[in-house]
């Protein structure tokens, strides 16, 4: 029975209950992957299975149940290709096509880009290794690309999400911040943090952290490493130097991709010292496989005072 909530409450009879340990997996393994994939509770007892969580990604995983009972009703097993074949079939299904759509973790959601501006930046960073993106506070420049990475993570196209972002504020008074390392460097890593959560759940997100697919690290913790089959983001990257900006384009490996955002206005670097990000753009501005996007005021998707903010501030700058 559907409750009128957001969140309901389903109870399914398995049809051959016999066969329930093939349809569940070893050790729950195929309700587990349906947890992951849809963001519901779900568990199966006896001859049942009992599934918590939003309406909509409750059909998709009734649908992908159905499709794993019918294959049943032939075969005495099922494998890991198989219920994943399931799950990818079941979604398309019940998903309206939307080709702007970025799918991510967090029961099913999609992320649209909702201007022009958008539109070209999520293309650009699609179609392109490399993808900068400059624009004003409350463009989606990190929302969007933290979407994109999850979506490239989800569809087996990368195996891990690296997110940096220099500590420029810290400085070298960082020692005088209370706590160890992590403690003194999450402030800094804090709106990283506050996307993938939006993107995945916490509890996800802490899983991927602990078996190193997700990484949110400081930008100096970059140095010396060459990332293959990731994608890399770099937030706030207005405040690194040209040659903190030279180092992390040049980690950047086999089958990655690589997203630079920032804001040219906003930067917090010594007044004597060029910003990386506005040099980088510069000197690799026309190179092939490069994307370019500068995204405008018009493309402030936050409360809509934070566009009359930047406008009043523009005038008077």
Known sequence: MWDNDAIVQLTITLEQPDKK????????????????????HIFGRESEVHITG?????????????????????QEWLSAEEVAT??????????????DAIDVYTRGHSVHPKTAGQKGYVEGMMNHDLC???????????YLAVALAANQLKHGKVKRIVLARPAVEAGERLGFLPGDLQAKVNPYLRPLFDALHDMM????????MVNDIIEVIPLAFMRGRTLNESVIILDEAQNTTPGQMLMFLTRLGHDS??????????????DDQPSGLVDAMNRLRGIKGIALVELERSDIVRHRLVQNIVNAYERQA
């Open 21 to 40: 340990l093939a349809l569940f997996g070893a050790a729950d393994r195929n309700l587990k992957m349906l947890r992951e994939m849809f963001g519901v």
């Open 54 to 74: 939003e309406k909509e990604q409750i059909a998709r995983v009734v649908a992908v149940l159905d499709q794993m009972q019918r294959k049943l009703r032939r």
């Open 86 to 99: 399931a799950m990818k079939s079941a979604t398309a299904a019940t998903e309206k096509h939307d080709p």
């Open 132 to 142: 900068f993106c400059i624009g004003p506070a409350g463009t989606g420049k990190t």
């Open 201 to 208: 759940g916490f509890e996800q997100v802490q899983r991927f």
């Open 257 to 270: 991709k690589m997203i630079v955002t920032g804001d040219p206005s906003q930067v917090d670097l010594p």
